[in-house]
């Protein structure tokens, strides 16, 4: 007879086996039958993924979901894969560099209820004139900051395929290093939509530049110039440290 404590034990081990097997299926290519087999239940999950993404598109194309217009002028940062671009860093240094002219809020999903905790910790290093909202409904946490703190600029952290959130910029970061994996949807692969959708983004940030050869990015960038997006090309380099308990006193990297 399993306690409560033994049930949640077993469930997280549980997740960790899925995660890995996942892990190594998608990312390391084993060879085997068994292998096969996990390869195989993921594509059949793939193919319903892809049928849920086209409907999603389907009902906010014909008005049956609704997309709403925030009083700010919108800009959403996210990407086309699971797995971190640089988003984050990527986000406060937009948000830095816009709130000198206005001021800016940052609205994310948040996940759980750790999201408060998140929301005090992130705070905590950005400047003056930026606030940060988590709240899964960005449109009325946007609203918020709008009315109650004279935001100007909304950035959309993760945002890309946020479609109930109207925007007036797309900004897409794709990793040079791993930019769409091996092609193929989740749970199959590390795409969250097909590549077709990076027709909606305006323009396109390459991140981590500097760990791919010349060659690499080249080939990479070819494959983006079909779309006909501004490329912008990016690396990730501290620049310096910040004291938590007094963000205002840092030690220059540079």
């Known amino acids: 007879k399993f306690t409560r404590a033994r049930r949640i034990y077993f469930s997280v081990l549980t997740m960790k ?9 998608v990312h ?39 997309a709403y217009k925030l009083p700010a002028y919108v800009i959403s940062v996210g990407n086309l894969t699971v797995g971190g671009t ?8 937009l948000a830095e560099k816009l709130s000198k002219s206005n001021k800016v809020g940052i609205l994310s999903r948040g996940y759980g209820a750790g999201a408060k905790a998140t929301e005090d910790d992130e705070n ?3 400047p003056a ?6 709240n899964p409904d960005r449109f009325s ?10 935001v100007q600029t909304i950035i959309l952290d993760d945002g890309f395929q946020h479609l109930s959130l109207r925007r007036d910029v797309d900004i897409v970061l794709i990793d040079a290093t791993n930019p769409f ?5 989740m ?10 959708a990076l027709k909606r983004a305006d323009i396109f940030v390459l991140t981590h530049v500097d760990l791919v050869t010349p060659e690499q990015l080249n080939v990479l960038e070819e494959k983006l110039k079909k779309y006909n997006k501004k490329i912008v090309k990016t690396i990730h380099k501290p620049q310096y440290l910040v004291n938590m308990a007094q963000p205002d006193k840092t030690i220059d990297l540079s």
């Open 17 to 25: 086996f899925i995660r890995q097997v996942w892990f190594m299926a």
């Open 28 to 66: 390391q290519n084993p060879k085997g039958f068994f292998w096969w087999e996990v390869r195989l239940v993921l594509r059949a999950l793939s193919f319903f993924y892809y049928i849920g993404i086209k409907l999603r598109l389907l009902l906010y194309w014909l008005g049956i979901f609704r």
């Open 86 to 93: 640089g988003k984050t860093p990527f986000v406060l240094y």
């Open 124 to 126: 905590m290093a950005l």
């Open 129 to 134: 004139n930026v606030i940060r909202a988590i």
């Open 141 to 150: 946490a946007g609203e918020k900051l709008i009315k109650e703190q004279g």
């Open 181 to 185: 994996g091996r092609g193929r949807l």
């Open 187 to 196: 749970p199959a692969g590390i795409l969250r939509e097909p590549l077709s």
